[in-house]
């Protein structure tokens, strides 16, 4: 650590302890998730309740209870701390990350965890799922159970104070929580990659994050932040950048607030120290699902663009999406060049990675497919209480979603022991490409790296880049300009979008995406592994679990 405070952070564990337990007495965790807000107004049953939540009420209405919540509202909570994972060859690695602490079910299932309001704003106190310390691993099966459902925010429970300290039953949900739920499920519990986002254009993205501190360092008082890289429209107070906004301490919690103005394939990642961290592991994915996927078959996807309200739409099997927005800002008109009077949304339904017009980013099932590597000697010496020599990394392992080969093909959750002796879900994200013979699979690739350009080739299936950076390949009359190939090449904060279409493949075929960089297909010392992953061709792709069939 190579600050001017290394000295007044290497102090007794004692004081680590002592600040947990001062900032659990303080309540300096929260969490925040209106049910309802003025761009997107929850469904009242009366005029008794406003349709936005607002704190210390003096117009006399009720605050939107959960269940009115409009969902175009999306929320997440993510842990800021440590924690081990896995890698090919059996190694455990020590990292700084991020952890889930809502969205447990879905993330668990390789899906984003960010959730709707309804089913974020849940009190801990009503479910029965109790798989707290590594949830959501089941410590007697070293997995994760298929009966485990909750995806609401970890220490949410009512706020007793709000009905004036009578702990009466029927007490509301303000973003209280309980710390000792945040500590249980928060601490060790880094993911790799950190925990995935996903929302839909106009919506409004609540995102907490909360500082559980790294346990294995406590001579370390890190702040954390959250900045989504090349994420448009970013307001300053919100951006993650520490000198033009705020960082957030051990034992507090922080939301930031987003609009969702375009469609696209983004990155997250802390903004503390940057090199050190990013190489730690504080980095993840967030994408962007296009207004396109909401306009009715056959509507006129331009009117959906610049029009003030967008119609009810058909829904598809997608728990994150929902059927309707609306659109009366600047933002609604983002997209340049806008596409022509004529152009049709929804050729023959299904998904879409952008607002095309034509159909052209169609896609059956998605991927994404997170480029990443680290130095195992940088990260040990992170954990021993050295000096790290940023000048020397060397990244020796390779990795796609956090996995190195054979384990990027491992369907479910990898589980890593941590130094609490429980299991705790290490690595979520599998790799392996299922694709239904004559679909599109879209791959959402982002380099993840702060040392290396990565490669990825496709054998067998050209890849169709669609988009570069989160934008549609289109020039400024609308063409296409979208491009086949059979490799690319990304350096670290850069992302694609990859049509890989299998019209005229068989059910039963199986080819490789590798990086044809030889020395990235290794885990450390074994020329075996590294980033690499299968593609197959099935009868059938389930779209929420991707298994073949």
């Known amino acids: 650590m190579l600050s001017s405070s290394h000295f007044g952070r290497r102090l007794l564990p004692a004081l680590l302890l002592s600040l947990f337990a001062a900032g659990a007495s303080a309540q300096s ?20 309740y406003s349709t936005f939540t607002q704190l210390g009420r003096t117009d006399g209405k009720l605050n939107p209870t959960p269940a009115m919540a409009n969902p175009g509202i999306k929320c997440q909570q993510i842990s800021g701390g440590d924690g081990f994972v896995t890698m090919g060859d059996g190694v455990q690695t020590y990292l700084f990350g991020f952890g889930p602490l809502s969205g447990l079910a879905d993330m668990a299932r390789g899906r984003p965890g960010t959730q709707r309001a309804l089913d974020f704003n849940l009190s801990n106190l009503d479910f029965s799922d109790s798989l707290f310390i590594g949830a959501p691993v089941d410590q007697a099966s070293q997995s994760v ?36 739920l945040i500590m249980d499920v928060g601490v060790m519990n880094a993911n790799q990659p950190a925990p995935m986002m996903a929302i839909d254009e106009d919506d409004e993205f609540f995102l907490t994050l909360t500082n559980v501190g790294q346990v294995m360092r406590p001579d370390l008082f890190e702040q954390h932040t959250v900045h989504f890289h090349g994420y448009p429209n970013a307001s300053a107070f919100y951006d993650g950048v520490p000198d033009a906004s705020i960082a957030i301490n051990i034992g ?5 607030y987003y609009l969702a103005p375009e469609a696209g394939t983004y990155f997250w990642h802390c903004h503390i120290s940057p090199p050190e961290h990013l190489q730690m592991g504080m980095v993840g994915q967030i994408y962007v699902r296009p207004r396109q996927n909401r306009v009715a078959v056959g509507g006129s996807l331009r009117t959906a663009l610049t029009a003030a309200n967008i119609a009810a739409a058909r829904p598809f099997a997608n728990p994150d999406s929902w059927n309707g927005a609306t659109c009366n800002d600047i933002l609604c ?5 806008l596409p022509p009077a004529n152009a049709v949304a929804q050729i023959n339904g299904g998904r879409y990675a952008y607002n095309d017009g034509d159909g052209s980013t169609r896609y059956d099932v998605e991927y994404p ?38 384990d990027t093909i491992t369907a479910g959750t990898l589980t890593t022991q941590s130094t609490d002796g429980t299991l705790h879900a290490s690595q979520p994200l599998p790799s392996i490409i299922n694709i239904p013979a004559g679909g599109r699979a879209l791959l959402r690739i982002s380099d993840l790296n702060v040392t290396e350009y990565h490669t990825l080739a496709s054998l067998g299936i050209p890849m169709r880049v669609i988009a570069v950076n989160a934008r549609l390949l289109r ?18 904060g850069e992302s694609l979008d990859v049509i890989l279409d299998a019209t005229g493949y068989a059910a039963g075929q199986k080819f490789y995406l590798y990086t044809p960089n030889l020395d990235h297909l290794s885990n450390d ?4 592994g590294g980033m690499m992953t299968e593609v197959n061709i099935c009868t059938a792709v389930d779209p929420i679990s991707k298994s073949c069939s």
């Open 29 to 48: 965790f929260r969490v925040q998730c209106p049910p309802g807000t003025k761009s997107h107004p929850a469904v009242v049953p009366n005029t008794s």
């Open 145 to 180: 159970p298929t009966t485990y459902t909750f995806n609401g925010a970890v220490g949410l429970v009512p706020d007793v104070e709000a009905n004036n300290g009578t702990g009466t039953a029927g007490a509301p949900l303000t973003g209280h929580v309980d710390p000792r």
């Open 252 to 256: 507090g919690s922080f939301t930031y």
């Open 333 to 337: 008109t983002g997209q340049t060049p």
């Open 369 to 406: 497919l997170q480029m990443m590597s680290f130095d195992p000697n940088f990260h040990f010496v992170g954990m021993t209480f050295n000096p790290e020599s940023f000048t020397d990394m060397k990244d020796k392992y390779f990795m796609l979603n956090g996995r190195s080969y054979p």
């Open 475 to 492: 020039d400024l009359a609308g063409n296409d300009m979208s491009y086949l190939t059979n490799s690319i090449t990304l350096a670290g």
């Open 525 to 528: 010392a074994e020329n075996f």
